[in-house]
């Protein structure tokens, strides 16, 4: 049997449904309790994370490149750059 790991959207998908459905019971919690409105600012929190979790697999974050000029990953050196040019 071969085991595999979860890529970092596939964590993070995970971690967030488990935020919904703390998030949903939350809400329906207040509802019972007599406050309609907390309740529904909590739904659409739930909402958000839903898009958060749904867009985590749909468009993942691009694939790290480190640049070929100044080897920087997330962001260029600019000075580098300017020597290089
Ligand atoms: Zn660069």
Same mark, same amino acid.
């Given at each position: 049997? !071969?085991?595999r790991t979860f890529t970092l959207a596939e @964590?993070?998908?995970v971690d967030l449904a488990v935020r919904i459905i &703390? @998030? !949903?019971e939350y809400a329906d919690d207040l509802a019972a309790i007599g406050y309609p409105l907390?309740? $529904?600012v909590i739904h659409h929190k739930a909402q958000l994370v839903y $898009?958060? &979790?749904r867009a985590e697999r @749909?468009?993942?974050e691009p694939r790290l490149a480190p640049c070929g000029i100044c080897?920087?990953?997330r962001s260029c050196d600019w000075t580098a750059h300017q020597e290089a040019l």
């Open positions: 049997m !071969t085991t @964590l993070a998908q &703390a @998030l !949903t907390q309740s $529904r $898009r958060a &979790a @749909l468009d993942p080897h920087g990953v």
